[in-house]
């Protein structure tokens, strides 16, 4: 693991680069789209476009509560077959370029973490989705390190291009 900065604009992501922080419970995920900012806070705010692309692609997404707003709150439900893995959290903060929250899965409700998405317009329709997340301890940033984050972050996103693409957000 290295120290983290943040990266210049000059650096690509066209890949989720996800690194963790050597120093803090953390981990930073940075990711260009080829969308405008607004499209891309559309896509984490709208409870039926957030369910079609969040996860990796063996996983179906239901949402059972979305308040994406300041002091809001969500749960939602990824299932494969008869799995089932709940999530929840609240929105202490929505603007237009940044969305705070927290992230608790229901299968380890004591880590929790509290993440910060930042969307840069990096112009040309481009925008860098900075996501920092910051866990409660080293355990529970590596217990979701190991949880398989990595492939749904990059399926994921992956999902999130097409339907980002196919202009329907």
């Not at 983290?4 to 789209?33: G, K, N």
């Not at 984490?44 to 994406?68: K, N, Q, V, Y």
């Not at 229901?106 to 997340?133: K, Y």
Request: glycine share 8%; with cysteine; hydrophobic share 35%.
């Amino acid at each position: 693991m290295t120290t983290v900065q943040s990266p210049d604009t000059t650096t690509r992501y066209p890949e989720a680069a996800i690194l963790a922080d050597e120093h803090v419970p953390a981990v930073h995920i940075w990711r260009d789209f080829a969308a405008t900012p607004a499209q891309l806070v559309r896509a984490h705010t709208d409870p039926d476009l957030f369910a079609r692309w969040i996860g990796p692609d063996s996983l179906t997404t239901r949402i059972d509560e979305w308040s994406c707003r300041t002091n809001g709150a969500y749960r939602y439900v990824s299932t494969r077959g008869d799995e089932e893995y709940a999530f929840r959290g609240t929105f202490p903060l929505v603007t237009e370029d940044k969305i705070v929250q927290t992230f608790t899965w229901e299968g380890m409700p004591e880590a929790i973490a509290l993440e910060t998405l930042t969307f840069e317009d990096l112009g040309d329709g481009r925008t860098r989705l900075h996501a920092f997340s910051l866990c409660d301890s080293f355990e529970g940033r590596d217990a979701m390190l190991a949880s398989g984050m990595e492939t749904g972050v990059h399926e994921g996103y992956a999902k999130l291009d097409r339907m980002l693409a196919g202009g329907t957000s």
